[in-house]
């Protein structure tokens, strides 16, 4: 019988297991840019609600206005009247107020249609603004005026 060649051979020594602590170089740098992104990302998020929080404020403002809107003592401006001034007060935070604060009848009716891209104020339930005021016999369309109103405090840049 033929002795087996393998006896006289060690049992394998088998490497320590790699522990998960310090991970690889690859690691703290998948790690080191998602950070980086992250923060970007907050960063950008924190912006935004920053400088959109004069828009919020105002549809809250007309969102209120619209609700009382019946509920007004006499004497007190139509929801045209309080709409108008919540839109031009807003302008006043976005745009120079040059541009902005001397603007009145269709050159504002003008402004508003063209800074957020729309065709209701000109021509539509918005002309209410313009017309309203020194109207005050006259019944606008206070839900559509509304709507109007809600859509540039969405859509102006």
């Known amino acids: 019988m033929n002795p087996d060649p393998l006896a006289p051979l060690r049992p394998l020594h088998l490497p320590d297991q790699i522990g998960w602590w310090p991970p690889a170089p690859g690691w703290w740098l998948l790690a080191?840019?998602?950070?980086?992104?992250?923060?970007g990302t907050l960063w950008l998020a924190w912006r935004h609600l920053r400088g959109n929080r004069y828009r919020r404020a105002a549809q809250r403002e007309l969102k209120a206005a619209y609700r009382c809107r019946h509920a007004a003592p006499p004497g007190e401006a139509p929801f045209a009247a309080q709409a108008s001034r919540i839109l031009r007060r807003a302008a006043l935070v976005h745009y120079p107020s040059r541009e902005v604060a001397a603007l009145c009848a269709e050159q504002w009716l003008d402004f508003l249609d063209r800074s957020a891209g729309l065709r209701v104020f000109r021509e539509g339930p918005g002309r209410a603004l313009a017309d309203a005021p020194y109207n005050p016999g006259s019944q606008p369309d206070d839900a559509a005026l509304h709507d109007a109103c809600r859509q540039w405090l969405r859509r102006h840049r």
């Open 32 to 39: 080191g840019v998602a950070a980086v992104v992250l923060g």
